[in-house]
């Protein structure tokens, strides 16, 4: 099994219309993130976790929110979806335990597209 | 603002060559350096971590680090066509005060011809 796992891994919704982004892993980690990939912009940092009470968040979170129900698993939300937010999402993980090493682990990512 | 500089591409290599794979950054205080290898419509994975100056070999990959110039490379030999793919650099942000997150670059498009 994966260590990383997102669900859905393709979503097509449309416009108003809220939406959840699933991940769990089995890796142990502390930290996770949430990431949107467009193309020509590279990976963006949307928000992040080092546990459970604590979220942060990242360059562009305008428009989405987050949840960190347990250790293993961070939702992403966004709450009334737009066009601009069609792209490829990806969550990661690292172990605080690397020190300043931060590996970062990604999940398989979801395809979302909003009409 | 930090940021993580690589050239797009596509730097297309044939067959059995060396690929040499650059990046620069501007946060000085960073430690940590890494190099992901993402496949079309796939997400990154993690292929070399380096965070002392030199060279680090694993396999067909070696990772370059020269901290004074703010400098970090990959070499692939041996390049295959199934080594076609975009490689993304990634930088920890802050040091040994590190934030926890990665400054990542926008890939370089890398095509080895058969």
């Known amino acids: 099994d994966a260590d990383v796992t997102q669900t859905p891994r393709n979503r097509i919704t449309k416009t108003g219309k809220r939406i959840m982004l699933e991940c769990s892993q089995t890796k142990g980690h502390d930290r996770m993130y949430w990431y949107r990939q467009d193309p020509g912009l590279g990976l963006r940092l949307i928000y992040y976790s080092f546990d459970v009470k604590d979220i942060n968040k990242g360059e562009i979170s305008d428009g989405y929110s987050v949840s960190r129900q347990a250790q293993a698993k961070f939702s992403l939300s966004l709450e009334s979806a737009i066009p601009n937010q069609t792209a490829l999402y990806f969550c990661?993980?690292?172990?605080?335990?690397?020190?300043?090493?931060?590996?970062?682990?990604f999940g398989p990512g979801t395809r979302l597209t909003v009409l | 603002q930090k940021e993580v500089e690589q050239n797009s591409g596509p730097l297309s290599v044939p067959e059995g060559a060396i690929a040499s794979l650059n990046c620069t950054y501007s946060d000085r205080v960073s430690q940590s350096f890494f190099w992901y290898r993402q496949y079309s419509g796939k997400s990154p994975e993690l292929i070399m971590s380096i965070y002392s100056n030199g060279d680090k070999e694993d396999g067909r990959f070696t990772a370059q680090l020269n901290k004074a110039s703010q400098y970090v490379s990959l070499l692939i030999r041996d390049s295959q066509p199934s080594d076609s793919a975009t490689y993304l650099c990634?930088?920890?942000?802050?040091?040994?005060?590190?934030?926890?997150?990665?400054?990542f670059g926008q890939g370089t498009t890398l095509q080895v011809k058969p």
């Open positions: 990634a930088v920890n942000e802050g040091g040994s005060g590190n934030t926890g997150k990665l400054i």
């Open positions: 990661a993980t690292s172990d605080p335990g690397q020190g300043a090493y931060n590996e970062q682990f």
